[in-house]
Structures are given as C-alpha cells and as structure tokens.
C-alpha cells in the first residue's frame, strides 16, 4: 500500500506497525522512526527540526536535506529571517502545541512575492510545508518542519486535516526523544549575546516604523509585522475592517511599498544594515546608510 497520507493509510496494518515499532524504541532511534515514518508519510522532501529557546534566536537541531545552499539558508535564518517566519510568528503568538500548515498562516500570493519566500523556498525548490510546535518545557519551543518540493505539489486539504490529525503522535515522541538530538549547549543558560542580538533585534521590531508613522498607523505595522492578518488587525484594534485597510494603504505609502511582503522584505533589509543595539526606529539609521545594490 502507498504511504501516501490517507484515511485508507491510517488504517492500515503497514501504519500501524509504524506505530507499534515507534513505541517500542527509545531515545534517538524512536526520534529517527519519528522522522522516516512522517518525511514518507508526509511525501516530505526536507525536514528540520529547530529549537527556540526563551528569549533567543532559533538552533537547527536536526536536518535532512541534500541542498548545499541550506546552509547559508541557515545562516541567515538565525541571524534575523526567523523574525519573518511565519510559523515562527504562530508560535511567538501562542504557547499551544499546535500542528501548523503555511496556508494556515500566509496569504499564499503574497507571501509567494516575498524575500522570505524566495530565499527559504524557490531557492531550495521547496513549495509547501507543514509545522509541528511544541513546548520544550523551559520556556522555549520546538519545530518540526516537513517540506515538500514542486515535484510533491502541495498538501490537499486532507493531508493538512490528516496531518493535524496524527500531531500526538509528534508532541508524544518528541517530548521524550528530542534531547538526544540536540547540543547540551541548548540545556545551558543562553549567553548574554545570544539574549542580546535577540533583544535588539526584538527592539528593532518593536520600533519600526515609529518615526514615519502616526500612533495608528504605528499600531497596524507591529502587528502586521507579528503575521496577523488585517481583519484580526481590526478587531484587536476595535475598529472597522475598512479603517485598517486605510491606515494599511498608507503605511505602504509611507514606506514606499506595496505588500505586506514588501513589508517583511523592508524589515530584513533595515536590521542587516543598521546598529540594531539602539533603542530607535531602525529607518531613522536606515536613511543615513549605504544601501546595498
């Protein structure tokens, strides 16, 4: 029978016995069965597994992928790009252990516009994916990404409903089984510059857009900027759909862009180019620095 995730699938002694040898593994191993029965399941192309811990930026614990360019991918993921993720906005939003899609979380034609996209997506040949977070038990959070290439296509609806379907599966076996992956470093206090970069990058965030814009408008850009959709905007805001619109219209004006993709891509741009560490609107250092071509 086909791994492919189905109803029939699910039902099946092939799955089951998956499950019967995933309970009956221990630490790493019953993480790796984790892994191969879900990457298969899942028809995913890459996985990663991330750590976030509290008040730090992200650490790759495991991956599977056999693209070089991951790497720098990596690199500046955890050096800033993780702030525009938009499972790790989910998980910033919320503390739930929660089995994620990227439909669930993005407006897909205008994310598939965004830098973010581009640079963690197209470049990897990577068009969906799906998100399994988790509490770490100390403040902190673990994903569990699958994703799947153009060849794969992406998800159907019944995956999604299916794959959310199976998320004790991952929260139970992860629970007891991810330590075995990760550095002891990551049990460790984090250190004061890894607290710091994610502080001033934070900060960066919390003051974007402060010099140019009015209160409201202030208001709209940092929650657009924590992922939140405009309808949600409005109504965290208590004001008509059609006034946050407004306000967003001229945002883009503003800032001379046209998306919230613009938006994310803006921000990136700002925090590598600007001293993150003061307690300012990052445009304001923006307009005084070489831009790069």
């Not at 991330?50 to 650490?59: I, K, M, S, T």
Request: aromatic share 10%.
């Amino acid at each position: 029978m086909s791994e492919m995730l189905s109803l029939e699938y699910l039902a099946s002694p092939e799955w089951n016995g998956k499950i019967a040898q995933l309970i009956a593994l221990e630490g790493k191993a019953r993480a790796e069965a984790l892994f191969d029965m879900f990457s298969a399941a899942l028809r995913s192309d890459e996985m990663m597994l991330f750590h976030f811990r509290e008040n730090v930026g992200p650490e790759v614990v495991e991956h599977r992928t056999s693209k070089s360019v991951r790497q720098q991918q990596i690199n500046d993921y955890k050096n800033g790009f993780y702030l525009t993720d938009p499972f790790y906005l989910a998980i910033e939003r919320s503390i739930e252990n929660q089995a994620i899609s990227l439909k669930d979380v993005v407006d897909q034609d205008d994310f598939q516009t965004s830098d973010f996209f581009v640079r963690h997506y197209v470049d990897t040949d990577l068009v969906d994916e799906m998100c399994y977070c988790m509490s770490d038990g100390q403040g902190g959070h673990i994903l569990l990404s699958f994703a799947r290439s153009r060849d794969a296509g992406r998800y159907s609806d019944e995956e999604l409903e299916l794959a959310k379907a199976i998320a004790p599966i991952v929260f139970g076996t992860l629970s007891s089984s991810w330590r075995h992956f990760a550095d002891p470093k990551l049990f460790a206090p984090p250190s004061p510059e890894e607290v710091k970069l994610h502080d001033d990058l934070k900060r960066a965030r919390d003051n974007f857009g402060r010099s140019l814009l009015t209160d409201r408008e202030f208001e709209v850009v940092q929650m657009m900027l924590r992922g939140y959709p405009i309808d949600v905007i409005a109504k965290r805001l208590k004001m008509a759909e059609g006034t946050a619109k407004v306000h967003r219209r001229n945002i883009y004006a503003k800032l001379d862009i046209s998306s919230m993709a613009e938006l994310f891509s803006l921000f990136i741009d700002v925090v590598g180019e600007v001293n993150v560490g003061l307690d300012a609107d990052p445009l304001l250092q923006y307009g005084q620095a070489p831009r790069s071509n």
